[in-house]
């Protein structure tokens, strides 16, 4: 019976890969708030995600069997007493994406220790929006994400948003032997015990990144979001190799070292559509009429319709995610098990580099939740997340090209990214090069007295964050030799970021293929649902 097993698992991981022959339907490929459908030349690779993997079956059995069996430390409960002071810390709206219907599993979380901390006698309980450099959460999104009766009991004196400009609201605990300045929230430093709830999206997510990064200032997500930690991450998807993340864990242990943390990890399936959109969770081999139909009925309802609107009508469908995975302890190994379990549902093994690389750029990013996906973000997709969602070798040779689907739209949000509109418009015309950006302007960004007003009391993001953008595309822009956009809507945006244009996909194939042959490995990444590759030879 093992032989079969063996060969069924076989099946399973490589029909993740389908390469298109003369017979093969087009591709479905998402253009931001469009959907294009593509024929691909023939012999060209197309990577799909996996099937979801399935969810649990009782999450708040599995949060209550986490906190109860931690990792590395003793139980939840044992670790309460009367009269204590807690904070509990909770990832942003900047995952998942798009935002999971609910009950979202923070809403679900707190249920399950909220009543246990009450038992114990804890009455001095704060929840704290762990935003960094983030715009800070509106009122409505507050209440959506933990739920209507612990919004009414904690908002606004006891659930509120980290403010990063808050001098009186910061703690500098120490300074690593790196050199990296380790500051956090004051209330959740002076607090007898840290509770800290994520949610793992993606493999960059939690562990010591949830604390360290997500309840400092400018100054402690500077230490390591610059272009020389991001050029030495490969990919910044796998912990082990990403330079980013060894400056992240250094300042995590600090912490660690310096505080009471108790860590509840989650992580999702990659069940991202269903209803009327679920046919983009299948191979188009596997449309039958119905998902034709939805597809066509979906484009129909797109065509014409201001970009405004056909972003309402993507945002208005909140994701099916499931929880695969929850545990509950000190950081590293309660990260660890979460780790595996994203791998596990994203990781698609291959054994080649393509030399042109194809997907479509969608609506959403982590951050432009209820918001527009402006051109920095179009960039940080491309050249950031995407390229980086690989384990080991990347999915593109040194030197390939990279064609992406995106109008390029040169339109920002002044209330969520104004400092992005003076990034894009003002510096870039000046330079590309993000060493020159981060030693000339960064700081003038980061405490502009402007941005610095409007991230605190409004939800913009922090004057410093395009910067972060920016350099988060880096090592996907010394990797790639060309990057073509194909669908602008106009010229200028792609050629202030050092973009080709093609109208056409198949003319975009036709120009990388004049570069690296008519024989060039071309390979298209099949996402949304995330994939991610996984080359270790």
């Known amino acids: 019976m093992r032989e079969p097993r063996s060969l069924s698992r076989f099946y399973e ?12 339907p087009p591709r479905v490929l998402f253009s931001g708030e469009d959907l294009l459908v593509e024929d691909l030349p023939v012999g060209t690779r197309v990577i799909y995600p996996k099937p979801p993997v399935e969810g649990l079956p009782n999450v708040k059995a599995a949060i209550r069997s986490a906190i109860n069996r931690p990792e590395g430390c003793e139980p939840l409960h044992a670790m309460l007493r009367p009269g204590m002071k807690v904070t509990i810390a909770l990832d942003d709206i900047s995952l998942p994406l798009p935002p999971m219907r609910t009950p979202d599993v923070r809403q679900q979380v707190l249920e399950v220790i909220l009543p246990l901390l009450a038992e114990s006698g804890v009455d001095d309980v704060h929840l704290v929006v762990a935003v960094a450099l983030h715009r800070h959460m509106t009122e409505a ?3 959506r994400m933990v739920g209507a009766e612990i919004f009414d009991a904690f908002y606004p004196d006891r659930y509120y948003n980290h403010d990063a400009e808050d001098p009186d ?57 610059t272009p020389h930690h991001i050029r030495k991450s490969h990919s910044y998807m796998d912990p082990e190799r990403s330079e980013m993340h060894r400056s992240v ?4 242990r600090y912490i ?24 983009l969770m299948k191979r ?25 609107a056909k972003r309402k009508i993507f945002q208005a469908v909140p994701a099916a995610y499931d929880i695969i995975a929850v545990a509950a302890g000190v950081t590293e190994p ?107 302007y960064e700081r003038e960004f980061a405490e502009n007295p402007t941005y610095v007003h409007l ?79 996984q080359n270790l030879g």
Request: negative net charge; charged residues 20%.
């Open 334 to 440: 309660t990260h660890a098990k979460i780790l595996k379990a994203s791998w596990a549902q994203y990781a698609v093994d291959v054994d080649y580099q393509a030399d042109v690389l194809v997907y479509g750029i969608p609506f959403v990013s982590p951050y432009n939740v209820n918001s527009i996906l402006n051109p920095l973000l179009v960039q940080v997709m491309a050249c950031g997340y995407f390229f980086n969602f690989y384990r080991g070798k990347p999915l593109l040779k040194p030197g390939g090209t990279l064609i992406l689907a995106h109008p390029c739209t040169d339109v920002f949000d002044p209330v969520a990214h104004p400092s992005y509109i003076e990034f894009f418009h003002r510096l870039l015309p000046e330079t590309r090069d993000a060493k020159v950006l981060e030693a000339k």
């Open 169 to 225: 609201g910061l703690v500098t605990l120490g300074t690593t032997e790196h050199g990296e300045k380790v500051i956090i929230n004051r209330r959740a430093a002076e607090s007898d015990l840290l509770i800290y709830v994520n949610v793992n999206f993606v493999p960059m997510d939690g562990g010591h990144k949830s604390v360290g990064t997500g309840l400092t200032n400018y100054e402690g997500v500077k230490a390591h979001h």
């Open 284 to 308: 188009e081999e596997a449309f039958g009429e119905t998902d034709r139909l939805k597809l066509a009925a979906l484009r129909a309802a797109l065509k014409g319709l201001p970009a405004a």
């Open 455 to 533: 991230y605190r009391t409004g939800h913009a993001y922090h004057g410093a964050h395009p910067f972060f953008m920016w350099y988060w595309g880096e090592n996907g822009r010394q990797h790639m030799g060309r990057i073509i956009a194909v669908g602008a809507d106009n010229a200028q945006v792609p050629r202030l970021m050092g973009w080709d244009t093609a109208e056409t996909l198949s003319e975009a194939i036709d120009m990388a293929r004049s570069e690296h042959g008519r024989s060039a490995q071309v390979t298209m990444m099949h996402h949304p649902p995330i994939v991610m590759t």
């Open 141 to 143: 999104e507050m209440k």
């Open 256 to 279: 660690d070292r310096s505080l009471k943390v108790f860590h509840i990890e989650t992580t999702v399936n990659n069940r991202m559509f269903d209803g009327p959109m679920d046919f």
């Open 249 to 252: 864990d250094r300042i995590g």
């Open 13 to 24: 991981a490589t029909e993740q890969i389908v390469t298109i022959d003369r017979d093969s």
